[in-house]
């Protein structure tokens, strides 16, 4: 093994690391981001979604009214999301098809052409566009904790895990890994990725410390339709991140499988609860009800 960053990987694995960071690199120099996407005045042009711009990168077809600047800054946050997504799952292969991005410059087109009621962003999954792999839509936001690109982070990830899984795996972990990346953030022109949500965080600590949490062996076999509020997003971000960290990554490799397990979609289908939770807990190694209490701990002492 050799050292790429801060992982230990093959060096067949480091020369595609490498070729896809010189790609990234390469594509930053062309685009030339701004950093303006999240502030003021990027839709001061005033343009009619009939004339928005388009712009495609190396994986993804960008649509948007604001300015051209914001859009070269849309495509460089999609194309940072592309790469730490393949780099910490492994994804060797590249996407078949560009992937569809639109965004609006305020809500009320949202709303028009499409957007999610009660939403800031959404992941549409039917073909729409030229796309056969779904699309993200959202809307221009400048608040300071929950922005632009926020938005994309979250619905990228959604798009991302729609197209390498072929279907949406459990739920707690399609939107743990969306609220995971969502608090990205851009440090010169480089996506720091592994950071603490603060507004999670805060929510579920609130939680533990109240005992209103939702117990892990219930949260993990949570419906999509039942998935529905702050609580459950915040359980979902900090069970993520916890697998992640908790002793320098202690369970990381195993989040790896277990994700790639849901990658065969007759594993996503007809499970009960309990085979649910069997696998869960053969894959990490642990009873769940141990796990939960790591994970409380681990929670409650972040910062």
Known sequence: FVKFQD????PNEKARLDGQLAALESLRGRLAPKGIINKPGADSENIAWAQARVKETPHYRIKTNLSEFALNDIGYVMECLCYEFRKIFKVARD???????????NQKEYFANGGKTGSAGVFMTSKISNSSSGMIMAYYLTNEAFNTTTVLLHEG???????????????????????YYESSKFEGTSLK???VNKARLADIQNALRAGNHIRLRDFINTPQTRYQGGLYYAEGWSLTFFLF?????FYADELETYFNFFKRPENINGLSSQQHTDIFERTFKVKIDVLEEQWKDYTLRLN
Request: aromatic share 18%; glycine share 6%; charged share 10%.
């Open 7 to 10: 992982r230990w990987v093959t």
């Open 95 to 105: 996407m078949p098809n560009k992937l569809d991005v639109w965004v609006f410059k």
């Open 157 to 179: 990830t959604h798009q991302f895990i729609m197209l390498y899984t072929g279907a949406f795996p459990p739920i707690w972990i399609n939107e743990g890994l969306a609220a």
């Open 193 to 195: 990725t592994n950071l």
């Open 245 to 249: 960290n908790w002793h320098n990554g």
